[in-house]
Every structure is written in C-alpha cells, then in structure tokens.
C-alpha cells in the first residue's frame, strides 16, 4: 500500500471553480487507474482541500501522475493554487 496525502490552499475565489475539477480528477483516477485504490476530497469549507489517496505502490502513484487527466487537471487549476503540499507514506508492515 502506498498513502499520498496533498494539503492544497487555493487563491481567493478559486473553491467554485477548483473543486469540480477536483471531483472529475479523483472519479477518474478510480475508474481508470487499476492501482489506484481510494482518492478522498476534504475540505474545511473554505481555502483549504485535502487529499488522501491509496494507491497498490509508488509505480501505481507515477502512473497517476502521468495519466492524461491528471496532466490536464494538473494544468487547469495551476493558477487556483496558493500554495501545495505532497506527503507520501509506503507500508511497511502487514
């Protein structure tokens, strides 16, 4: 199991227009991708978006990142962040 955790701060105004991108992005990844296992949208109501996504391993995760949506999700909201952050964790018991 592979966790990847993504804290996102959007620019003023940004939340109408990032989070359906958001939704097509996370619904995508779990139709498409085989090792992708879960992908949660959080958030506090306001700036602030929170991920956190299961993936089968690290080789899973780069295959996202590389899918043609996540490219252009990734493009699209460029400009509606603030600020990003990417935290992984790998399992190491079973």
Do not use: W
């Not at 990032?18 to 995508?28: D, G, S, T, Y």
């Amino acid at each position: 199991m592979y966790a990847v955790t993504v804290s996102f701060t959007l620019r003023p105004g940004a939340r109408a227009d990032f989070l359906p991108l958001m939704a097509e992005n996370a619904r995508l990844s779990l139709q498409r991708e085989a090792g992708c296992r879960q992908f949660d949208v959080c958030t506090d109501g306001g700036e602030e978006i929170f991920l956190y996504e299961i993936y089968d391993s690290a080789q899973a995760f780069e295959t996202h990142l590389k899918s043609p949506h996540f490219q252009s999700f990734d493009a699209a909201v460029a400009g509606m962040i603030a600020d990003k952050s990417v935290t992984t964790f790998a399992e190491v018991l079973r």
